[in-house]
């Protein structure tokens, strides 16, 4: 699945690279990442599009135009789908 959360390590194997090098990225915002209890997490679907060069993108709505904050993909708001409500 494309979602499926990774380690450094395993982002590390899945690009072929030093796992410090995963963890360069992920410090300077260019592979998107969290920190989790400590510990650097990102995604197949992060390190795809890294590799592709298409940044990762989400445009997320305030309360105060669907309820409760939400997050799509920018491609989805061009193309007129609006935010989740």
Known sequence: M???ILTVEEAARTLQVE???IVQLLES???PGR???GTWR???RALTSFVDG???QAVCCTPMSCG???CTPAEQMA???GCCC
């Open 2 to 4: 494309e979602w499926d």
């Open 19 to 21: 796992p410090a090098i």
């Open 29 to 31: 915002s260019e592979l």
């Open 35 to 37: 920190l989790v209890a």
């Open 42 to 44: 990102t995604t197949r």
């Open 54 to 56: 298409v940044p990762l």
């Open 68 to 70: 409760p904050m939400c």
């Open 79 to 81: 193309g007129g789908r």
